[in-house]
């Protein structure tokens, strides 16, 4: 069966500090992978999708990135964290067809930049 | 722009009663929606889904009403348990992203 980890679970950095969430996905092969974002009380936001290694599209400017080194690896970063990047940052993947059917989410990793 | 909006932020039942979570969207071109269940500090798991070719949509405990004409997404969950509280979101499918909405928090009281 599929499973997808994520880590850390909670993170807490000071502002400027660099950021590295990481994600893998078991048990499926080139799935579509996302990061979004979940401000406190609020819904879902998407960052970034993946169709494959080395694919990237963004849907939010801000001084985040992503990268997918590997099929099943799908990993957040940023060069200097901003107060505003607090927040609980989900990871997902989803099998053929970007956004046309189910997501399947990680526990999670939720930031607080100080 | 086009959002995905909820109707109630909170829901409070009493155990065994049913609930009913609803949403509106707004992009008519929107042709599949997904409920999520969030319990508090994991990720959203999937309930059930539904494609606009359907109006209903039933699983185990839970049916998605779809009405198209108002925009309007439901989803009931019959004899509601403890187990059941959590945030619920519904989302839509609008072209290169799966939108949320903000989420209902639904209280199963004892």
């Known amino acids: 069966s599929q499973t997808i980890h994520q880590w850390p679970a909670t993170l807490v950095q000071p502002v400027g500090s660099p950021l590295s969430l990481e994600c893998t996905v078991e048990?499926?092969?080139?799935?579509?992978l996302y990061w979004y974002r979940q401000a406190a009380g609020r819904g879902l936001q998407l960052l970034f999708y993946?169709?494959?290694?080395?694919?990237i599209s963004s849907e939010v400017p801000q001084n985040l990135s992503a990268s997918r080194p590997q099929d099943r690896q799908f990993i957040l970063s940023s060069k200097k964290l901003l107060l505003s990047d607090s927040g609980f940052y989900l990871c997902?993947?989803?099998?053929?067809?970007?956004?046309?059917?189910?997501?399947?989410f990680g526990e999670g990793s939720r930031l607080t930049v100080l | 722009g086009e959002s995905v909006g909820l109707h109630l932020p909170t829901l409070s039942v009493q155990e065994g009663d049913n609930s009913i979570i609803n949403c509106a969207y707004s992009?008519?071109?929107?042709?599949?929606f997904i409920w999520y269940k969030q319990e508090s500090g994991k990720g959203p798991q999937f309930i059930i889904d539904?494609?606009?070719?359907?109006d209903k949509r039933q699983g185990q405990r839970v049916t998605v009403l779809l009405n198209k004409t108002v925009k309007h997404l439901s989803l009931q969950i019959a004899a509601t348990q403890p187990g059941d509280s959590a945030v619920y979101f519904c989302?839509?499918?609008?072209?290169?992203?799966?939108?949320f909405g903000a989420g209902t928090r639904l209280t199963v009281k004892p």
């Open positions: 997902a993947w989803g099998g053929a067809g970007v956004f046309t059917g189910e997501l399947f």
């Open positions: 048990g499926t092969s080139n799935p579509n």
């Open positions: 993946s169709v494959g290694i080395g694919q």
């Open positions: 992009n008519s071109a929107s042709d599949y």
């Open positions: 539904i494609r606009s070719n359907m």
């Open positions: 989302a839509e499918n609008a072209g290169n992203d799966m939108r």
